[in-house]
Structures are given as structure tokens and as C-alpha cells.
């Protein structure tokens, strides 16, 4: 109990633990100090590493007995155990490092922007589709269709924005139009987006999808919420196929998705309704890489599926919902 009589267990625990308690009072709830529990927890761990790491390697030095000789007055006792507060110090630094290393890590680094737009993601799900089955996906593919980097500046960003002379990318979920050789329009899915639900997105329009998240978040869901609804209108499909059957959809459109479905049929062992191992691996999609892309059409749509409903989604369920 005499331990606890200490300033020091009061300044690294309880007060840390009432801070995170009070945060818990703001508009994210427990999200975020959750969040940021996760990372004390690394921290500890780092911690613990450090002093076992240390011990191993010199498991003859006991830094207590240390101190006492150099409170004696010996040189060379304060000099070891200076060394050891040193190795302990170097050990623990680079563990750390190590793990805000891998927290770049797309699978498990959530982008600022990202806690910022949490609650206004949250509340359009609520509005726009209380049914979504993955919560989480929702943030996934803002990434995926935002952050050239994690730390880019448009990562998570409404005023993100991909512009060529034929083609033009728009905010949070890359809203997109596209023009023919000779100027005319050949597509505009901001306006398609805005026929599937008129009130909802009365206000969308090709100035304020730069500015409002809100908007952006209810364009996204309007077009998944429908493709959701057709695929239950062809079948009893599990959550997570018709999560990554209507991602790949929205990549690379409905029809494309109904064609790689037929082509699956009639494929030996290939079931229609399944996305992961059947038809994520037949389409008609072109198998040739695009000039300045990299990759193909087929690479290019089957890479944002798998980079959103497998790699990247389950880091967005303490924010959103699982």
C-alpha cells in the first residue's frame, strides 16, 4: 500500500485513467479512449519488453543492489547502473519505434481525419441505411478511395479530388463523371446517385460534394443500400458476399459485377454466390494493364475489394460498428 502513497503511481495510472474516463463523457463514447487504451496497452507491453530484454542479456546485474552501492559512493557501481538505466532506455525506444512503425500499417493504422469524420460517418449510417451489415466497410473504402497515402492530405478528405482532361474523381467516395473524346458527357454517377434517392440527396451537387462529408458519406450509402437490395432480390446471400459483391460493383459497376457472375456459372466449381474463391477469380473484365495504371482493369477491381472487405475493414469497427 505504501507504493500507492507514491506521486509517481498516481501520475502515471490514476490520473491517465481519469482523463480517459472523462473523455468517455465526449461524443464518441468509449470509441476513443478505447482507441487509445489499445495503444497504452502497447506501450506497457514496450515497457515489459524492455526490462525482460534487459535482464536477459545481463541477468547477473540487479540495478536495486546497483543503486545502493552507488548511494555508497562507488564510482563504479553508479557508472552500471547508469548503463543499465541506458540499455533499458535504448531497449524500450526502439521497441516503440518498432510499433509506430507498424502502425503505418494499412491493416491497423486509422488516418486522423478518420477520428475526426467518425460521428458524421456514424450518424448517415443511422439515417441512411440502420441496416448496413458492415458498419466498418464504410470506412474502408472512404480510405481506399481517398488516401494515396495514410498521411496524405486528402486521405479521408471531402475536398479529394482526381482530375484528367476525360475524367473527374470527386470527395470522400470518388463520386465520379466521365466526358467522351469529342467533350460529350459519357457518365455522371452523381447524378445517378442523386435518382436513387431524390429527397436524401437533394442537396448534392457538383459544388458541394467538395465541401460536405455528410453528403459524400449519404452518396455512398444510397448506391451500396441499393445494390444490397437488389442482390436480395436474386438470393439469399451471406452478409459479407454481398458487402464484397456490391464493393466490387461500386468499383467497377453493376452490370460488370452480373457479367463476372454469369461467367462464374459457367465455370467448373465456380459458384455465383460466392465472391471469395468463385467469382473473385472469373470475369470479363480486360486482363491487359492500362497505360499509367499499372494494372489491369480486372487487378485494379479485385485489389480494391480485397484491400476494403479483407485487409482494411476490421480496423474501423471501433470507430463505426463491426
Not at 461524443?27 to 534487459?54: C, F, N, Q
Not at 429527397?199 to 465541401?211: C, I, K, N, R, T
Not at 494494372?295 to 460498428?321: C, M, P
Amino acid at each position: 500500500m505504501n507504493e500507492f502513497k507514491r506521486w509517481r503511481w498516481w501520475a502515471v495510472l490514476a490520473l491517465p485513467l481519469a482523463v480517459i474516463v472523462l473523455n468517455s463523457f465526449g461524443p464518441d463514447g468509449w470509441r476513443e479512449p478505447a482507441t487509445r487504451l489499445v495503444w497504452l496497452s502497447w506501450s506497457a507491453l514496450a515497457v515489459a519488453l524492455a526490462w525482460s530484454a534487459s535482464k536477459a542479456l545481463f541477468d547477473y546485474a540487479h540495478g536495486r543492489e546497483a543503486w545502493v552501492k552507488a548511494m555508497e559512493h562507488p564510482i563504479g557501481a553508479g557508472i552500471a547502473f547508469a548503463g543499465l538505466c541506458v540499455l533499458r532506455a535504448v531497449l524500450f525506444w526502439g521497441i516503440v519505434n518498432f510499433s509506430a512503425r507498424a502502425a503505418d500499417d494499412p491493416a491497423t493504422y486509422v488516418p486522423a481525419p478518420a477520428h475526426e469524420l467518425a460521428s458524421v460517418a456514424r450518424a448517415e449510417i443511422d439515417r441512411t441505411w440502420p441496416q448496413m451489415p458492415r458498419r466498418s466497410y464504410l470506412g474502408a473504402l472512404v480510405e481506399k478511395e481517398t488516401c494515396i497515402t495514410l498521411r496524405h492530405r486528402s486521405c479521408w478528405s471531402p475536398a479529394a479530388r482526381l482530375k484528367t482532361s476525360r475524367e473527374e474523381g470527386a470527395g470522400l467516395g470518388q463520386i465520379t463523371r466521365a466526358w467522351h473524346a469529342d467533350g460529350r458527357l459519357r457518365f455522371d454517377a452523381l447524378a445517378e446517385a442523386r435518382a436513387l434517392d431524390p429527397h436524401a440527396l437533394a442537396e448534392l451537387d457538383w459544388v458541394s460534394v467538395y465541401q460536405r462529408a455528410d453528403l459524400n458519406f449519404r452518396a455512398a450509402l444510397v448506391k451500396l443500400r441499393q445494390c444490397d437490395a437488389q442482390l436480395r432480390r436474386l438470393g439469399n446471400f451471406a452478409d459479407l458476399t454481398r458487402v464484397a459483391f456490391c464493393d466490387a460493383a461500386y468499383n467497377g459497376g453493376w452490370a460488370g459485377l452480373q457479367q463476372d457472375r454469369r461467367l462464374c456459372q459457367l465455370t467448373p466449381g465456380c459458384d455465383p454466390a460466392q465472391w471469395f474463391g468463385h467469382v473473385e477469380h472469373t470475369s470479363g473484365k480486360s486482363r491487359q494493364r492500362w497505360q499509367g495504371y499499372g494494372q489491369s482493369a480486372f487487378e485494379i477491381n479485385r485489389a480494391h475489394v480485397a484491400a476494403t472487405v479483407r485487409e482494411r475493414r476490421l480496423k474501423y469497427a471501433l470507430l463505426l460498428g463491426v
